[in-house]
């Protein structure tokens, strides 16, 4: 039931914003010169597929956790990005397409195995990514691997159309979260 909302989401948001993204996708060319970012990331079933966001980092930045990456590497219009969330708007196009969902487990690097093995042995992997979830709400990050893992898990247990809604909303209006940048 909820990819019949993420589709319907996804298709209207992106329509309804593109202005937005035309905009957000012009600034970031004279900010970067290269607005969209694509970042192989570990999909359902440990497949991988490519994240779309818009970039916040110069292009030279490392590929690494953004827990782990410095932030001289964040741009300015980057960080506006990432304070207002609009960086991860393309990802509403990851979500129409099917990679991802809404509400799930936010996709992570091939290269933190730490956490893969956590998600992995909790079953984490058997639904799609998601833009937010149980952990972004509750201010965990990719930082703490086994706790991550163990609310990922956790939402997957609880998840159901309200508290799908319910993730989606607190998100909207503040509560979710993301990782943290080192200075």
Known sequence: MT????????????FLLSPVLVVLVVIGYFDTGS?????????KDKKPFRLMKFRSMHTNAPSVATHLANAR???PFGS???KSKLDELPQLWNVLIGDMSLVGPR????????LI????????YSVRPGITGL???NKIDMSTPQLLAEKDAKMIQILNILNYF??????????GFGDRIKN
């Open 3 to 14: 990819r019949i909302f993420d589709i319907l989401f996804s298709f209207f948001g992106l």
């Open 35 to 43: 607005p969209i970012l694509r970042q192989e990331r570990v999909g």
């Open 73 to 75: 590497s964040i741009t």
């Open 80 to 82: 506006f990005l990432r």
């Open 107 to 114: 996709p992570n690097l091939f290269n933190q195995e730490e």
């Open 117 to 124: 093995q956590e998600r992995d042995s909790r079953g984490v």
């Open 135 to 137: 952990a972004q709400i």
């Open 166 to 175: 319910k993730y989606i909303f607190l998100t909207i209006f503040g509560k």
